[in-house]
C-alpha cells in the first residue's frame, strides 16, 4: 500500500501564498509519477499539476504561472508552492501517485489514479 500524507494547507488572503507538502515513502517517489489534484465545493475533482519520474512537470491552464510542483527526493517529499492565490483555488487539495502517463497529458484522468492522499483544505479569502 502507497501512503500519501498531505500538509501546509490553511486559510490566506487573496494575493498570498501556500506551500503544500506530500510526504511518502522512498520506493513510492523512485518508481511513480506524482501529482497534485483539487476539489471545490460543488465541483468535480480536476487534476492541479503533476511530476514524472524525469523531473518534467506540468499545470493546468488556471494554474499556470503562479503554481510550482517540485520534488525533493533526498526527503521523500512533494510540494506545490502557490503564489498569488485566488478565492477561486479555494478547495481540497490531494497528493496523488502512479497515474496516466505525464507526457501526453492523460496524468490528470481521475480514473486513471491509483494511490491518492487525505487532503489538505485550502481556503482564499479576505
Known amino acids: 500500500e502507497v501512503l500519501l500524507v498531505e500538509s501546509g494547507g490553511g486559510l490566506v488572503q487573496p494575493g498570498g501564498s501556500l506551500r503544500l507538502s506530500c510526504a511518502a515513502a522512498?520506493?513510492?517517489?523512485?518508481?511513480?509519477?506524482m501529482a497534485w489534484f483539487r476539489q471545490a465545493p460543488g465541483k468535480a475533482l480536476e487534476g492541479v499539476a503533476a511530476?514524472?519520474?524525469?523531473?518534467?512537470?506540468t499545470y493546468a491552464e488556471s494554474v499556470k504561472g503562479r503554481f510550482t510542483i517540485s520534488k525533493d527526493n533526498a526527503n521523500n517529499l512533494l510540494y506545490l508552492q502557490m503564489n498569488s492565490l485566488r478565492p477561486e483555488d479555494t478547495a481540497m487539495y490531494y497528493c496523488?501517485?502512479?497515474?496516466?502517463?505525464?507526457?501526453?497529458?492523460?496524468?490528470?484522468?481521475?480514473?486513471?489514479?491509483?494511490?491518492w492522499g487525505q487532503g489538505t483544505q485550502v481556503t482564499v479569502s479576505s
Open positions: 511530476i514524472d519520474l524525469d523531473g518534467r512537470t
Open positions: 522512498r520506493s513510492t517517489f523512485a518508481v511513480y509519477p
Open positions: 496523488a501517485a502512479d497515474m496516466l502517463p505525464v507526457y501526453d497529458g492523460r496524468w490528470s484522468k481521475v480514473r486513471g489514479v491509483n494511490y
